[in-house]
């Protein structure tokens, strides 16, 4: 089961940016899925942004236009850019591997002024 660890998040103000990292401890070349999750406090885990191998990507619908989602294989590494960046995006983000079989976890975003 592949190991997943989260870094780059933080406190930042309304309309700023982000860039989390989610590093593998194996190969995500042959990893289907790999997607970021968000959980508010008090709020159900959801996902964010998918990647598919195969290059297709997907967003909920409060994201897209601000957040891209990108794979490095050769550094086995999911990204999550994260623009103009708004409150409502407070949350821990959490890594996942093919749709929650491995989780890391989680690195803490704060949007506020």
């Known amino acids: 089961q592949v190991q997943l660890v989260e870094s780059g998040g933080g406190l930042v103000q309304p309309g700023g940016s982000l860039r989390l990292s989610c590093a593998a401890s194996a190969s995500i070349r042959s990893i289907y899925a790999m997607g970021w999750y968000r959980q508010a406090p008090g709020k159900q885990r959801t996902l964010v942004a998918s990647?598919?191998?195969?290059?297709?990507?997907n967003y909920a619908d409060s994201v897209k236009g601000r957040f891209t989602i990108s794979r490095d294989n050769a550094k086995n590494t999911v990204y999550l850019q994260m623009n103009s960046l708004k409150s409502e995006d407070t949350a821990v983000y959490y890594c996942?591997?093919?749709?929650?079989?491995?989780w890391g976890q989680g690195t803490q975003v704060t949007v506020s002024s």
């Open positions: 996942a591997a093919n749709f929650g079989s491995s």
């Open positions: 990647s598919i191998s195969g290059g297709t990507t």
